[in-house]
């Protein structure tokens, strides 16, 4: 499967931001995807995943800085996941990675297989 995240851009602190992976190839529904991301001079973090499932998956996990304000979703009839992103804070300036694999519940990032370019989120104070 190849990953490609999109919808990173600058924003004020307190605003929102929704970021997508689109994925290609067969069996979407079958993964699990996360999102991580590493800020400069970090190293990469586990932000959310989503659980496999029919249609729009289930069991989302998140990091605890992030609940409460991002939420994860899939929508397996395009192929896609979001990460809405609300609240942002200078903080959460990353470039952020979305990542698929097989094990469910997996917040270790050598626990995904595929991988797809990042896109910047910067958050401004």
Known sequence: VQLQASGGGLVQAGGSLRLSCAASGR???SY???????????????VALINRGNCSGG???YADFVKGRFAISRDNTKNTVYLQMNSLKPEDTAVYYCAAGYR????????????GHG???TVSS
């Not at 469910?104 to 991988?115: G, H, L, P």
């Open 32 to 46: 699990v995807i996360g999102w991580f991301r590493q800020a400069p001079g970090k190293e990469r973090e586990f």
């Open 104 to 115: 469910r519940d997996a917040m270790e990032d050598a626990a995904y297989d595929y991988w």
């Open 119 to 121: 896109t910047l989120v």
């Open 59 to 61: 069991n989302p996990s």
């Open 27 to 29: 069996a979407f529904s």
